[in-house]
C-alpha cells in the first residue's frame, strides 16, 4: 500500500476572541492539517501548528517542507500495516526521519526560513502532522483506534482553563466565568507590568482552593527572574513555566535554586537532546510536552520516558487555536499517560469560530472531556471546512 497523494491545508480560522501572551497577541488559528492517500484508498488526517518562537518553523517553511523535503521521503514508500507492536511508531520514524541529515538537523543556513528567522530547531510541527496522518489512515484501515496503541488508563480527561495575558479586570472576570464552568485549575500568562495585580485578581475570583499555574513564555530577564517569581509565589503558584527565554540550561537551573516556585520547561523543550540537556543540569521540576512542538507521539513518549526515568513531573500543553484533529490527538495521548499534572488543549469552539471535526471534542463541565474511541485519532474531518477556511492548499501527487 503506497502513499499517492499529500495536500496540506494552510488555515485561518478566526477566534472567537483574541488570545494574547507575553510575546504574541493571536486572532486566528494558523494550523497546518496533512491530508494522506494511499493508491487503494486509504486516507488520514494529521496537524501541526508552526511557531517561529518555538521550533523556527513558520507557516510558509513548513509547508516548503512539507511538499519538498518530506514529501521527497515518502514517496512511494509502503504505508506500514497495523501491528500490536509496540515498535509502529519507531516504523513511523523510519519514514519521517529517514537517514540522518545534520543540514536539517542543526539548524544551518540550509535549514533556515526566510532572511532574519530564527533557524529552524527542528522541524516539529511538519513531522507531528504527518505522524498523526499516517496513523490516522493506518488505524482506519485496520478499523482500529489510537486507543489501541495507546491504550487509554483512565475514562477522562481533567483540562485546565487558560487566562491570556490582559487586564487584572478582565482576567478576574475570565475567572469567574471557568469557576462558573467548574473549572478550579488555571494557567495564567504573565510578563506584564501588571502581572501581580492579574494574579491577585484571579487569586481573588477562584477562590482559595483553585490550583493556579504561570507562563511568562520567557519574558523574564534572567536577573530580575527570582525576584518576580517570589512576589508571584505569594498568591500560591504551584508551578511557573518558562520564565525565562530558551537558554544555557545552567541558568534556568540556576534560577530554579532560587525559585520559590517549581519551574517548568516549554520552549526551552523542544527536542530529545533539550530534554536530556534539561534534566543533566537538573534545571526544572516539570517538562511540558506538546504533540506539535515535540513532533508528535513518538517524541512525546520519548520525553515521558526521560522524564520518568529522571524524576522529572510532567504536563501536556496544547498551541493555541489547535483544531479538533490534534485536540484528539492529545486526548489519547494524555489518556495513556495518567501520570500528567495537568493537561491543556480541546478549546475547539470555545476559542474557534468553527472546528474542522464533525463532532466536539472540546472539554465540557469541569474541564473533563471523555476518551475517544471512534477509528483512527477517533474523529471525522469535514474537508468542505477545511477547503472554506484554507488560506493555501498544496497538492502533491506521485
Ligand atoms: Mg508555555
Known sequence: MRMVKLTCFA???????????????????????????????????GEGVPRPYVTGESVE??????????????????????????????????????????????????????????????WNAARCALELALLDGLLRKAGKSAGDLLPPLRKSVPYSGVI???????????????????????????????????VAAVRLAAGPDASLRIDANGAYSPEEAA???????????????????????????????????????????????????????????????RLSKCGGFGPCLALANLARSAGVRMQLGCQVGETGILSAAGRHLAAHLDELVWVEGSFGTLLLREDVTRAK??????????????????????????????????????
Open 11 to 45: 488555515l485561518n480560522i478566526p477566534f472567537m476572541e483574541a488570545f494574547t501572551h507575553s510575546t504574541k497577541s493571536r486572532a486566528y488559528s494558523d494550523s497546518i492539517v496533512v491530508k494522506l492517500e494511499s493508491e487503494d484508498g486509504c486516507t488520514g488526517f
Open 61 to 122: 517553511t513548513c509547508l516548503e517542507a512539507l511538499s519538498g523535503r518530506f514529501w521527497q521521503q515518502l514517496q512511494g514508500k509502503e504505508w506500514p500495516t497495523w501491528s500490536e507492536d509496540p515498535g509502529l511508531l519507531d516504523r513511523l520514524a523510519d519514514l519521517l526521519d529517514g537517514p540522518a541529515d545534520p543540514a536539517w538537523n542543526a539548524g544551518e543556513p540550509a535549514t533556515r526560513g526566510r532572511k532574519g528567522d530564527e533557524p529552524v530547531r527542528a
Open 164 to 198: 491570556a495575558a490582559s487586564s487584572a479586570e478582565k482576567a478576574g472576570k475570565t475567572a469567574r466565568h471557568l469557576g462558573a464552568f467548574g473549572i478550579r485549575t488555571l494557567k495564567i500568562k504573565t510578563g506584564g507590568r501588571e502581572e501581580a495585580e492579574v
Open 227 to 289: 525576584t518576580r517569581l517570589a512576589k508571584l509565589a505569594l498568591y500560591g503558584i504551584a508551578c511557573a513555566e518558562q520564565p525565562i527565554a530558551r537558554g544555557e540550561p545552567g541558568v534556568l537551573a540556576e534560577l530554579r535554586k532560587a525559585s520559590p516556585i517549581p519551574l517548568m520547561a516549554d520552549e526551552s523543550l523542544v527536542t530529545l537532546a533539550d530534554g536530556k540537556a534539561l534534566v543533566a543540569a537538573e534545571a526544572c521540576d516539570f517538562f511540558n510536552l
Open 361 to 398: 471534542v472540546q472539554f465540557g463541565h469541569g474541564g473533563m472531556a471523555p476518551v475517544l474511541r471512534g477509528p483512527g485519532l477517533g474523529v471525522e474531518v469535514d474537508e468542505e471546512l477545511l477547503r472554506r477556511y484554507a488560506v493555501a492548499i498544496v497538492e502533491r501527487e506521485f
